[in-house]
């Protein structure tokens, strides 16, 4: 018996509620002016002491924010609000702002897969050998293992510089997967892609091989019909709609969103990067000049990560599977490989501890002789900006690689420039990808290990988002990852501090406010 998917009804509603969501946030700022307007108007002579009451219960409110673990970024947003705008920010804060909406997303607490006792021996031999070989990536993986995310070895990896053929090895093993398949993604969008995708898929389902999907309702409002939906389960697939925007229009959950890209192949095989199901990603259409992505495939024990990691998810929002967990553990073995590998997650509920963002700030200063990014958007606390700087300053060669095109982010765009005037004024390199968008998510240092997902370095990606990657130590795909950034180094510009001081004075201005409120955009 497949769950029941949203018909047309549904649907409508749902694209109806985003717009109701994003018009609450207007009608807040009209009740903060006609909250201005009756007390001047019809209560001039209690005005000052009625307003001074609001401006005391938002400061009561921003206090609230100030004693708040998490984010200081975050937190000044809230302030500024609340203290400037005392009736909007209270509105906004009881709908936007609690502590309760990433519980709020139905989701379940379960507890993490158990570990077999070989499985949790490994990973301690696995750290024991890493800490010998290279003790700064031991203490990050030793971080990253006490959240529950082991250590793997015996994993081999490929690397992917371009959409197409990424996706022309997914589908190949899409096509020979023999018990399950496993698909979580953002965007999975109708195309060439996806008829492709599907045609494989509806083959596989007939052939007995279980098929689960998980896609974002946000990221595929416009872009994935009833009917094929509705394919889907009549071809036997279970799909599962991650935080339906109709259910939350009284209160803008929205935010929080299931960004991640996994998909599992009988357990032994994994992906992930930047890559949505989706034309563009492939270029078989174009939106912003030429899309350059990237992914991995990883094969062998560590593809097991990731498949714990939808399995969590699925239960997560109520589902489950027919079959024990070992059932969908790998058959196969990849022994032999070198180096090691880590797949982990991170998400809202667990903040204010953040795997995500600490992973990061720990990559950066572990480097010693070399640091390049890759991120389409940039928008980071004041310590990640800090670390960065720091870096350069110690003579290590950090390279920032970012779109020459942007995508629809325009505002996301002149925030991230705000930026950059101080990374390069301490040598950090800056490199504007001219052929078109940069969505590839990746870090690499000193040639040694590298960090492969689906995380921006943005508010977003750290404090509202579900999101996903891997740690390669000391894997021969750095060396792969390596080649195609100096490709995209070669295809590159030289942003400098001539063309940061360029910037008219009213995108100055404009970006500057804007960047008090990134954490919306």
């Known amino acids: 018996m497949h769950k029941n998917l949203p018909r ?215 872009r994935l019909s009833d009917e094929t939906l509705q394919a889907m389960q009549d071809a036997g697939i279970e799909v599962e709609v991650f935080n339906p925007v109709h259910r939350y229009v009284n209160r803008i959950y929205f935010n929080y969103r299931d960004h991640r890209k996994i998909a ?28 350059k992505d990237s992914g991995v495939r990883i094969e062998g024990e560590g593809a097991w990560g990731f498949a714990a990691q939808f399995i969590q998810m699925w239960r997560m929002m109520g589902r489950t599977l027919p079959n024990e967990d070992d059932y969908y553990r790998s058959r196969h073995n990849a022994a ?40 389409p958007y940039y928008a980071v606390e004041e310590s990640m900006q800090k670390a960065l700087c720091i870096a350069a300053d110690a003579g290590v060669d950090v390279r920032l690689l970012i779109p020459g095109i942007p ?27 001219t052929p078109g968008f940069l969505h590839a998510k990746s870090v690499l240092v000193d040639r040694e290990t590298a960090l492969i997902g689906s995380t921006n370095m943005d508010y977003r990606t750290f404090q509202l988002h579900y999101e996903c990657g891997v740690l390669l130590y000391h894997m021969p795909v750095v060396e792969e990852l390596l080649e195609d950034l100096d490709r995209i180094v070669a295809q590159s510009a030289s942003y400098t501090m001539e063309d940061w001081n360029r910037r008219g004075i009213f995108r100055k201005l404009f970006a500057s406010i804007f960047r008090l409120g990134a954490i919306w955009l």
């Not at 975050?74 to 302030?79: F, I």
């Not at 925030?415 to 390069?424: F, N, R, S």
């Open 8 to 222: 047309t009804t549904e649907r409508t509603e749902r694209r109806i509620s985003a717009a109701t969501s994003i018009g609450m946030c207007a009608l807040t700022v009209i009740a903060q002016i006609a909250t201005t307007l009756f007390l001047t108007h019809f209560l001039r002579e209690k005005a000052t002491y009625v307003y001074s009451v609001l401006q005391l219960a938002g400061a009561i409110v921003a206090i609230r924010v100030y004693q708040r673990p998490g984010s200081p970024t975050y937190k000044l947003a809230w302030m500024c609000l609340l203290l400037a705008l005392p009736v909007s920010g209270m509105l906004l804060f009881c709908l936007w702002g609690g502590t309760h909406q990433a519980k709020s997303l139905s989701l379940r607490k379960i507890p993490p897969i158990p570990l077999r006792e070989g499985q949790r021996l490994t990973s301690e031999k696995n750290l024991a050998r890493l800490r010998r070989q290279s003790p700064a990536w031991g203490r990050l993986a030793a971080y990253l293992q006490k959240r529950g995310f082991i250590l793997y070895g015996n994993t081999d990896a490929r690397y992917f510089g371009e959409g197409a053929p990424f996706f022309e090895d997914l589908i190949s093993h899409l096509s020979r997967a023999e018990t399950y398949i496993f698909l979580e993604y953002y965007i999975l969008a109708e195309g060439q892609l996806w008829d492709r995708i599907f045609s494989v898929l509806r083959e596989r389902a007939a052939a007995g091989v279980e098929i689960y999907i998980i896609f974002d309702d946000f990221g595929n409002l416009t």
């Open 336 to 375: 032999g490989c070198a180096g090691f590998c880590q797949p982990f997650t991170d998400g809202p509920l667990n903040n204010p501890d953040n795997p995500i963002e600490e992973t990061y700030l720990q990559l950066i200063s572990s480097a010693q002789r070399m640091l390049y990014i890759t991120t």
């Open 264 to 291: 599992v192949v009988d357990g032994h095989y994994a992906w992930t990067g930047g890559i949505n199901l989706a034309d563009e990603y492939a270029n078989l259409i174009v939106r912003f000049g030429h899309w």
């Open 407 to 433: 995508d629809h982010h325009k505002f996301t765009y002149m925030v991230a420039e705000t930026y950059w005037g101080e990374l390069l004024s301490h040598g950090v390199k800056i490199y504007k990808y």
